[in-house]
């Protein structure tokens, strides 16, 4: 009998192919032109979106996104590569990172500004220096707007990483190197000068704990401000950075808390580390308390940026951008080192993710009873100052310690 006709695919890229297989998860077939005759692998679902995206990883992971002319063989230049092109390639390949989230917030602002200036078929040849430049000044009159309506100016940090992005969407489509060349992070960078002492970390205790007289009642204000509680607990005692406070989880799953060791692991299993490097702490009875009786993320919010807004309204802390959510982090770092002599101060750096053993010793370091201790002893006792200041920011210890 004669090979029965193949049904046309239900999507297809530079000779990859995505067809249906009855009662199976779809299939994504090719010609490899090394073995000479043609391969296949499962989609690994059925549905036709995922499937897409699939062949598109595969397709990339294989070619590395490089375009060939099917006549003559030779490699298609950087003129023939859409910039929105370049963007869905390095979002395709990027959706396994970590970072994922922010790879696409600092893209999208890239596509917006296309959209806004109608530029949909610019190709990546001619994003060069004066392109780039258009769009700096573009994005910085876009003003960050708050759920509130509250207006500040944005960063210039913000805007060279999307530049910082987009050269590596294009970098990574194959054809071309960018044309362009991103600010260095020290050129840009404006780090906050404002550190808050025990008293105002104190003072942000109290705004979750003893809620004044306003609109809502006592009681739904402490409900409400929670995940802001939990936030400035596991930030104090942690000196995690924001996203890594908002992730940390009881779950025996993601294997970030250690009871009996009294040791959280700022990254969950199964996620990479990245350059933000998230370091494995030891955590002070008091925090372990809260840990031990929660069941899942310590925040129990998806953000709380807009409790932090109102928070930091109400108690005074200072505007421009001088006491975002690092200000935990930062502040609590420099209360350390005033505390610690000098030669302590790696300690601080280890907890700060700043430095850090190798690998084998990284694996056993954390269960010594020594790891980080005058670090943590210090935490403690700021720990220990805020509670006296606000009398339930911690659970009390749970015994005396030893005269």
Known sequence: MPASKRKKPLYERGGYKLVHREGRALEIIWYDTTRKRERSVSAGTEDVEEGRDALDRL???????????????????????????AIADHL??????????????????????????????????????????KFRVWFEAQPI???????????????????????????????????????????????????????????MFRHCLQPGSGKQPPERARRERAGLL??????VTSLARPDAAMSVSTDP??????????????????????????ATVPIGERMAQVLDSTDGYIVASQSIRSAWETMAAAIGLPRDGEAGTKLIRRSMADLLRRRLPQEA??????FLGHDRFDDVSGLYAPLRPDYLRRALAAIDEIVAEIDDLVPGAFPPPSSKPEP
């Open 345 to 350: 101060w790696g300690e601080i750096e280890i």
């Open 253 to 278: 799953l993601r294997k970030q808390w250690n009871s009996k060791a009294r040791i959280l692991n700022l990254n969950p299993d199964r996620r990479a580390q990245t350059r933000k490097y998230r």
């Open 59 to 85: 397709y990339l992971e294989r070619t590395k996104g490089e375009g060939f002319c099917p006549t003559c063989g030779q490699r298609k230049i950087a003129r023939d590569v859409f910039v929105t092109a």
């Open 230 to 235: 939990g936030f400035l607990r596991i930030s």
């Open 145 to 203: 707007v708050s759920p509130k309506g509250r207006m500040r100016a944005r960063s210039l940090s913000t805007i060279e990483n999307s530049v910082l992005q987009l050269a590596a969407a294009i970098n990574q489509c194959g054809a071309t190197d960018a044309k362009f060349r991103p600010r260095q992070p020290k050129d840009v960078n404006r780090t906050p000068q404002h550190r808050s002492d025990v008293a105002e970390l104190a003072a």
């Open 92 to 133: 395709t390949l990027s959706v396994s990172k970590p970072s994922i989230q922010a790879i696409r917030a600092r893209l999208k602002h890239v596509l917006q500004y296309i959209v806004t200036t109608d530029q949909s078929t610019i190709s990546c040849d001619a994003v060069d220096e004066g392109w780039i430049a």
